[in-house]
């Protein structure tokens, strides 16, 4: 299985500051790569797919990036409601896995 | 807008048989394959598999020998049953629907029903 390591595992954060989360692929999944937000009693929701791609109504400030096998998602400006878990996701090689989350805290 | 349900019993005794639906509103189940995801307490998200509306499946080689997925197309739904459950099958479990079978990406997202394996 294609393994995906996720950093930092939490982080706390300021409203404004910048913040980016990282996840490693144990080997190439080309750009197949998915951040999903998860929220207390809401589903998760996409936010970038396809490694870098926004989904259409996600705010301009969640941007993201991968080199090689690494995979980087950059929120540029903290606002109140990006206080939420967040999951990176590989769908190139079956079981498609998914990392180990990172939980973004208000400090 | 697609909305997804997730119903089944909360409370499951071990070697018992896990069944859980999936309810779609909104749209069709038709066209799409619908993903099945369970998150174990403190662990990671787990991808148990995928069934596409025409009935084609893809598992997760873990859970393979004890899981079935199936599609309903008249009632809107998508169930999951896995067999001999152990405690380790506490989770919460999600489903979710995809575009394609490879490289796509899942939305929406269901809210989750929690499943606990206990006797």
């Given at each position: 299985d294609i393994q995906m390591t996720q950093s930092p595992s939490s982080l706390s954060a300021s409203v404004g500051d910048r913040v980016t989360i990282t996840c490693r692929a144990t080997q190439s999944i080309a750009t197949n790569l998915n951040w999903y937000q998860h929220k207390p009693g809401q589903p998760p929701t996409v936010l970038i797919y396809a490694a870098s791609i926004v989904q259409s109504g996600v705010p301009s400030?969640?941007?993201?990036?991968?080199?090689?096998?690494?995979?980087?998602?950059?929120?540029?400006?903290?606002?109140?409601?990006?206080?939420?878990?967040?999951?990176?996701?590989?769908?190139?090689?079956?079981?498609?896995?998914?990392?180990?989350?990172?939980?973004?805290?208000?400090? | 807008q697609v909305q997804l349900q997730e119903s089944g019993p909360g409370l499951v005794k071990p070697s018992e048989t896990l069944a859980l639906t999936c309810t779609v509103s909104g749209g069709s189940v038709n066209k799409y394959y619908w993903t099945w995801i369970r998150q174990p307490p403190g662990k990671p998200m787990e991808w148990i598999g995928y069934i596409f509306y025409s009935g084609t499946t893809n598992y997760n080689p873990s859970l393979k020998s004890r899981i079935t997925m199936s599609v309903d197309t008249s009632r809107n739904e998508v169930s999951l049953k896995l067999n001999s459950v152990t405690e380790a099958d506490t989770a919460v479990y999600y489903c979710a629907r995809d575009r394609s079978a490879w490289g796509s990406f899942l939305d929406p997202w269901g809210l989750g029903t929690q499943v606990t394996v206990s006797s």
């Amino acid at each position: 299985d294609i393994q995906m390591t996720q950093s930092p595992s939490s982080l706390s954060a300021s409203v404004g500051d910048r913040v980016t989360i990282t996840c490693r692929a144990t080997q190439s999944i080309a750009t197949n790569l998915n951040w999903y937000q998860h929220k207390p009693g809401q589903p998760p929701t996409v936010l970038i797919y396809a490694a870098s791609i926004v989904q259409s109504g996600v705010p301009s400030r969640f941007s993201a990036s991968a080199s090689g096998t690494e995979f980087s998602l950059t929120i540029s400006s903290l606002q109140p409601e990006d206080f939420a878990t967040y999951y990176c996701h590989q769908t190139f090689g079956f079981p498609f896995t998914f990392g180990q989350g990172t939980r973004l805290e208000i400090k | 807008q697609v909305q997804l349900q997730e119903s089944g019993p909360g409370l499951v005794k071990p070697s018992e048989t896990l069944a859980l639906t999936c309810t779609v509103s909104g749209g069709s189940v038709n066209k799409y394959y619908w993903t099945w995801i369970r998150q174990p307490p403190g662990k990671p998200m787990e991808w148990i598999g995928y069934i596409f509306y025409s009935g084609t499946t893809n598992y997760n080689p873990s859970l393979k020998s004890r899981i079935t997925m199936s599609v309903d197309t008249s009632r809107n739904e998508v169930s999951l049953k896995l067999n001999s459950v152990t405690e380790a099958d506490t989770a919460v479990y999600y489903c979710a629907r995809d575009r394609s079978a490879w490289g796509s990406f899942l939305d929406p997202w269901g809210l989750g029903t929690q499943v606990t394996v206990s006797s």
